[in-house]
Structures are given as C-alpha cells and as structure tokens.
C-alpha cells in the first residue's frame, strides 16, 4: 500500500481507542473544548506560526479589513482547530464551522458562504478531503468573494452570480500534500504546525492542570510531557487518565511515582511507546531480523491492519528513530533494539540503517 492511498480517519475502532491516538475521541470533544486556548498569547509553543499569524491578524486589522485566507498544517492534536478559533476570536468575528467531507455538493458550500456577514470566519476542517465541485466553487469565493450557482440541468441550466460578503477561510489539514495547487495557491498564509518540546508541553499540562483542578506537581508534569509524543491532545488524555489513578490508588496528588504508575496501567513506555508500538517493533526485530520487510507483512505479524500499523505507529516511531521507511521495506534502526533491551543485529538486513533513516 502507497502512503497516498491512506485517509486520516481512524483505521479502526481499536486505534481510535488507543491512549496514545493523537485522533479526538469518542466524548472527549467536550473536555478539548475547555482546554482550548481562547486567545494567541494562551496558546502555547508554535512560536514561528503564533508570530507569523499576529502580523497577518495585526496587519488586516490596521487596514480595516479581513486577513487573507489562512491554512493551518500539520499532525492531529497539535492545535490547528483551536488556532482557527482564536483567530476569529482575536477579530473579534463570528466563526462558521465545517468539514471537508462534509462539503459533498457545491450546493452544500454555496449554503454555507451565502450564510456568511462579512468579517466572518469560515473554518473548513480537514479541508483535502473537500468534493472536487465543492473545491471549484471555492476557489471563486476565496479570490472574487463570488460564487456561480448554477440552477436547472441539461441545456437549460443557467449559472447565477452570486455576490459573497469578503470573509476569511481559515483551512487545517494533516495532509497538506493531498491539496490540489490551485487550492494551496490561493492561501494568502501557511502555518505548518511543528511538534511540540517537552518544555512546551510541560506549559500546557501545568495550564490544562490549574483548569481542571488537578495537582500535578512539577516532576509529574515533566513526565508526562516526555510520553506525550510531542502532542498536546495526547498530554491532555494522559493527564486525565493520571488524574483518575491519583484519586482512585493514592491520596489525589499526581506525584512523580503516580504518574509512573498510572502509565504503566495504560501501557504507556518511557518513550511515549504503546503496546502495539512495541509489538510492531517486536516483530522487525525478533521476527524479520530488524528488516526490510513490507508494512502488510509486518501487519500480519501483530494482528492490526496495515493502515492502522502505517498510520497510527509509524508515524511516532521514525519521529522517534526507532523505524525507517525504505524503498525496500520498513527497517528496525539501533535505538529500536536497544529500546526493546536487545545486542545490536547481528547482520543489520544488509541496509545501512543510519542513511536508511533519511528517506521519508
Ligand atoms: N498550543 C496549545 N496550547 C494549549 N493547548 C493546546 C495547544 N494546542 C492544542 N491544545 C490542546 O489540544 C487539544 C487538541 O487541539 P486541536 O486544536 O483540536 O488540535 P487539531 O485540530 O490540530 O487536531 C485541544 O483541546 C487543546 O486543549
Ligand atoms: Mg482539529
């Protein structure tokens, strides 16, 4: 299977359960909403993309009128949806909320942008997903602020122009690969969305912490920011599931060894690592000699599907350095043999694994 084959929609139920899913779950929607950050200066880490985006926010402002449409790029869970909101919200403008797939027909967009007051914000999430005439009409409404509905079918059909207040499209995406250039094209700013240090998350535990009352002492916090993934959506759910050990098993207080032990319950290693991370890089290593080997066959050889495997671990484990993509197949690289406690490979599958770590 290609990487472009894949949609950022969760494989399978089982990964979309996962601790470690950077994907929203299933009722958390409602607690991310009051740990959204409301304003720029709350919003923690980005500093490139919280910069840029200020002058192009300030700038607009001074000249009385909307910012130029903004995309917002990057990995789930690391704040474009809350970015979208702030940036309505430091215009002091109402924001209008859709998604990609929910854009089937042309019609269903024209609903929305002829709906729009001018200034507002239209947010369209996950917007590489959008329905090819959708994505035609859009590009009209992004540069002339008009759309042409077209009325009647066959040789009668008309096209009425239809005149749109200006307003600011503000797009996320995880894959800003699978945007078409004449989409990409007509956003006057792109922020890409950048991992977060451990420090960054460290700030936004201790903020998500005071907001949900929960003591989490500065040991703990930095533990919990080091198996997050470099994501604030992961170290918000850990944070929870912390929470709820420190009031069951100890006296409430989310000290250093609670945190450690809280993990462990939801098998979450020191590196961030879940269960089926380790058994994917159990199998490279101790089944296939630490690779190449193809991604279905690794699949196979833990049970999940090859997109769940593609998708949900690799990702985190070649950011970590542990798995590289080849040409040739997925390769273990020595950090992954030194991780599970193993020797180096006694014959490394007849790859170089540090140059072989530079492709993908
Ligand atoms: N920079 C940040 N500062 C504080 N919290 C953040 C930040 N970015 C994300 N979060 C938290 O992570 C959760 C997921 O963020 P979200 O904006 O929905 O990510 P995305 O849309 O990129 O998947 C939010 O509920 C928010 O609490
Ligand atoms: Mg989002």
């Given at each position: 299977m290609h990487d472009d084959d894949l949609d950022d929609a969760p494989a399978t139920a089982a990964a979309d359960e996962a601790p470690l899913s950077a994907v929203a779950q299933h009722g958390e929607r409602e607690v991310e909403t009051a740990l959204r950050p409301r304003t720029l200066a709350d919003f923690v880490g980005q500093p490139r993309v919280r910069e840029q985006l200020q002058l192009v926010l300030e700038s607009a402002r001074r000249r009385g009128v909307p910012p130029d449409h903004v995309l917002l790029s990057g990995p789930p869970g690391l704040g474009k949806t809350s970015l979208a909101m702030i940036v309505a919200s430091e215009l002091d403008r109402a924001i209008r909320i859709t998604?990609?797939?929910?854009?089937?027909?042309?019609?269903?967009?024209?609903?929305?942008?002829?709906?729009?007051?001018?200034?507002?914000?239209?947010?369209?999430?996950?917007?590489?997903?959008?329905?090819?005439?959708?994505?035609?009409?859009?590009?009209?409404?992004?540069?002339?602020?008009?759309?042409?509905?077209?009325?009647?079918?066959?040789?009668?059909?008309?096209?009425?122009?239809?005149?749109?207040?200006?307003?600011?499209?503000?797009?996320?995406?995880?894959?800003?690969?699978?945007?078409?250039?004449?989409?990409?094209?007509?956003?006057?700013?792109?922020?890409?969305?950048?991992?977060?240090?451990?420090?960054?998350?460290?700030?936004?535990?201790?903020?998500?912490?005071?907001?949900?009352?929960?003591?989490?002492?500065?040991?703990?916090?930095?533990?919990?920011?080091?198996?997050?993934?470099?994501?604030?959506?992961?170290?918000?759910?850990?944070?929870?599931?912390?929470?709820?050990?420190?009031?069951?098993?100890?006296?409430?207080?989310?000290?250093?060894?609670?945190?450690?032990?809280?993990?462990?319950?939801?098998?979450?290693?020191?590196?961030?690592?879940?269960r089926l991370d380790r058994a994917v890089l159990g199998a490279l290593v101790r089944s296939f000699g630490g690779g190449p080997v193809g991604v279905s066959t690794l699949a196979v050889a833990v049970g999940e599907e090859p997109g769940t495997v593609e998708e949900v671990c690799e990702p985190y484990l070649v950011r970590a350095g542990m798995l590289a993509r080849t040409p040739r197949g997925r390769v273990a690289t020595g950090l992954a043999w030194e991780h599970l406690g193993l020797g180096p490979p006694a014959e490394p599958g007849g790859v170089d694994v540090t140059s072989a770590s530079l492709f993908d």
């Open positions: 998604s990609g797939p929910a854009l089937e027909k042309a019609g269903d967009l024209a609903a929305m942008l002829s709906n729009l007051a001018e200034g507002d914000v239209l947010f369209i999430d996950e917007i590489h997903r959008i329905a090819r005439p959708a994505e035609e009409m859009l590009y009209l409404a992004m540069e002339d602020f008009r759309v042409d509905v077209v009325v009647g079918k066959g040789p009668g059909a008309t096209s009425i122009p239809l005149e749109i207040p200006p307003f600011t499209l503000v797009g996320a995406t995880t894959r800003s690969g699978a945007l078409t250039g004449p989409l990409r094209d007509r956003f006057g700013f792109t922020g890409q969305m950048e991992f977060y240090s451990s420090g960054e998350l460290e700030q936004v535990l201790a903020r998500s912490a005071a907001i949900l009352d929960i003591a989490l002492d500065a040991e703990g916090r930095a533990e919990v920011a080091r198996r997050s993934r470099g994501t604030p959506r992961i170290a918000n759910r850990l944070l929870r599931r912390v929470r709820d050990y420190a009031e069951v098993r100890a006296d409430g207080r989310a000290t250093l060894p609670v945190v450690r032990a809280a993990l462990e319950v939801y098998d979450v290693d020191e590196l961030g690592l879940d």
